[in-house]
């Protein structure tokens, strides 16, 4: 199993591109969440969804979108890139959210503003 | 108000010593979890161990176990004889309806040989 694949790696974008982030699961798992993580931070949610069709607001939604048309995939949208946007992304993807559920988590995407 | 805290930016500890890395957490949810996750230099997130808020016993994985004092409302991990392997950043995590995961600023271990 591939478990959680994201695409690109890395990207460099200027300031006011827009870019979609791909993340993909082939677990079948519900939830699907995007975090970000700035230097020397832990991670912050930006948006989860629990099931295709239905997503919602993490703690930091603010110049991002998302879309869950399909069990297994979860794209991210920058629209309008800004410096402060600069930093890793994680997906991640869950099959439950209660119990012993670990989240897996993808590889990231290292996304520089400038 | 930060929800999980680890006071520990930095730790040492000498190879096959045992380390323990703090975490304390804040919820009035009764129902909660907490993780621990490692992310080495290469930069993935790699789950470490569990703990629900209703389990009675302490968790343990291996080299990895995790004191859960929930009065104190602390969810510290011990690792056990550390390998050079395991210098990396830890983070604590807890989560919160539907899922969703709040972090730590984490913790860099270093393993001296």
């Known amino acids: 199993n591939a478990g959680v694949t994201q695409t690109p790696k890395f990207r460099i974008l200027k300031i006011g591109q827009s870019m979609t982030l791909q993340c993909t699961q082939d677990m079948n798992h519900n939830y699907m969440y995007w975090y970000r993580q700035d230097p020397g931070m832990g991670l912050k949610l930006i948006y989860y969804s629990v099931g295709a069709g239905i997503t919602d607001k993490g703690e930091v939604p603010n110049g991002y979108n998302v879309s869950r048309s399909t069990t297994e995939d979860f794209p991210l949208r920058l629209e309008l890139a800004a410096p402060s946007q600069t930093s890793v992304y994680f997906c991640a993807s869950s099959y439950v959210w209660r119990g012993t559920n670990e989240q897996y988590f993808g590889p990231g995407t290292r996304l520089t503003v400038t | 108000a930060q929800k999980i805290t680890q006071t520990q930016p930095g730790m040492f500890v000498q190879e096959k010593e045992a380390v323990t890395l703090d975490c304390t957490y804040d919820t009035s949810d009764p129902s909660y979890g907490l993780f621990w996750y490692k992310q080495p230099s290469s930069g993935e997130m790699i789950f470490l161990i569990y703990?629900?808020?209703?389990?009675?016993q302490n968790a343990t994985e291996g080299r990895y176990s995790l004191n859960f004092q929930k009065a104190r409302k602390s969810a510290n991990l011990v690792i056990s004889a550390s390998q050079l392997g395991d210098s990396a950043m830890y983070f604590c995590a807890m989560r919160e309806g539907e899922g969703k995961l709040i972090f730590g600023q984490g913790t860099e271990l270093s393993v001296k040989p």
């Open positions: 703990q629900g808020s209703y389990d009675q």
